[in-house]
């Protein structure tokens, strides 16, 4: 039940999602890329094959005047299912990818990313969702510069359902579970595992506009402590959520979804670092006509990172995207994100860090050509800068990324 991201991506999810920080992003973004031909019969089974190149000045994310370069290729070989049978969708998205390193062989890789959908129905009133995922790939290198192999695999499954009791009112539950784990043993302090249940309640407007509340609570549970010194600490917690959740249909082109409310989060050891306030994400789109459109973005939210000093941060940031169809098969996509990451909660423990904050800024630019109806070429270049009150923890990094996919 956790908010989707902006798209779906093979590779997991970071918290600077626009920086592809391993070059694993291209051929997801290929695959989430809207397709621009004339639309056709959807065939139920959709094998692909995929190659992309890229190169990144720091892969490593090294601090500034120590530079880490790096050129990779991407092979990916998957299958996409989309079948109805009456009310009943099922799908599933199947990929399995060899990533290689031409400076840092020891990076080398199999990515795997297993996704599977059951969007059920029951009559006119009753529907939800039964999905698992399983993600595997190299970590991102956000706080973790080194130069060993960090695979992290991801978990994810949910049980969701909505009932329509009344032409206005709509009830609405889920479950879910996500695990994390990582392989190199100095990272492990990351592995985690989250269980979410959610409840909510849905006014539907005749506009199409919907109005809610949402509450939710989350049991975090880290099997490894955190070793921070001679001091092991166990960020597990407990976290509970009220929140008003709103899809407003402003105009016929504009829409603007907001959810925010009160977040708790309680830790089984060092209290002190508790967490209480508001969390908040306004999001707004604008489509001036059919072949342009824009995105905007701002929030303030607690979140975890790739990072074993912290079970958490709070992160305030806003973003602004740009799509644009120049033809029938060209496709144009400008991207900006700025976040600032406060790391004052690692600090209340004894013996830890200082406070710390972190700013990252993150630029790309997108094009997609939709050459014929099965094969699709994408080119796409970035630039991120990230600063840090942390020493050794500031870098910039740009990067290039072309590729191609052929779908059967």
Not at 23 to 36: F, H, K, M, R
Not at 245 to 259: D, G, M, R, S, Y
Request: one cysteine or more.
């Amino acid at each position: 039940m956790k908010p989707d991201c902006e798209f779906a991506s093979p590779w997991p999810a970071s918290p600077w999602p626009w920086r592809p920080h391993h070059a694993l992003c291209l051929l997801g973004a290929i695959a989430s890329a809207p397709t621009l031909a004339a639309p056709e019969p959807v065939p139920v089974l959709r094998p692909y094959v995929g190659l992309a190149f890229a190169h990144d000045d720091n892969l490593l994310g090294l601090a500034d005047g120590s530079p880490a370069a790096s050129d990779s290729r991407r092979l990916d070989l998957g299958l996409l299912v989309d079948q109805r049978i009456s009310q009943q969708i099922f799908s599933a998205a199947l990929q399995t990818s060899r990533i290689n390193y031409d400076d840092l062989p020891q990076l080398d890789n199999n990515a795997k990313d297993l996704r599977a959908n059951w969007n059920w129905h029951i009559g006119n009133h009753l529907d939800g969702n039964v999905g698992a995922s399983y993600v595997q790939a190299l970590a991102p290198f956000v706080n973790f510069h080194g130069r060993e192999r960090n695979i992290r695999a991801q978990r994810h499954e949910v049980v969701d359902g909505g009932w329509l009791f009344h032409p206005s009112w709509r009830l609405r539950a889920g479950l879910s579970t996500d695990r994390l784990t990582y392989e190199l043993l100095s990272e492990q302090a990351g592995n985690r595992s989250e269980k979410v249940g959610e409840l909510g309640l849905d006014y539907l407007a005749a506009s199409g506009s919907t109005i809610g509340t949402q509450l939710r609570h989350t049991r975090g549970d880290f099997p490894r402590p955190q070793q921070i010194g001679a001091l092991a600490v166990d960020n597990s917690y407990d976290q509970d959520e009220l929140k008003a959740k709103i899809n407003w249909l402003l105009t016929a082109k504009t829409q603007l979804l907001f959810l925010g409310g009160l977040v708790q989060r309680r830790h089984d050891q060092f209290p002190v670092r508790d967490y209480r306030g508001v969390n908040a994400r306004l999001n707004a789109n604008w489509q001036p006509s059919v072949k342009l459109g824009f995105s905007f973005a701002t929030w303030r939210e607690i979140g975890a990172l790739d990072d074993v000093t912290a079970s958490y941060t709070l992160n305030q940031g806003a973003a602004a995207g740009a799509t644009w169809d120049a033809t029938a098969k060209l496709h144009l996509e400008a991207q900006f994100k700025r976040e600032s990451s406060d790391y004052s909660g690692t600090a209340a423990i004894p013996a830890a860090f200082a406070d710390r904050k972190d700013t990252v800024r993150s630029t790309s630019l997108k094009l997609v050509w939709q050459a014929t109806r099965h094969l699709r070429f994408q080119a796409q270049a970035y630039r991120n800068e990230r600063s840090s009150t942390l020493p050794g923890n500031s870098y910039p990094a740009t990067g290039i990324l072309v590729g191609s996919r052929y779908e059967f």
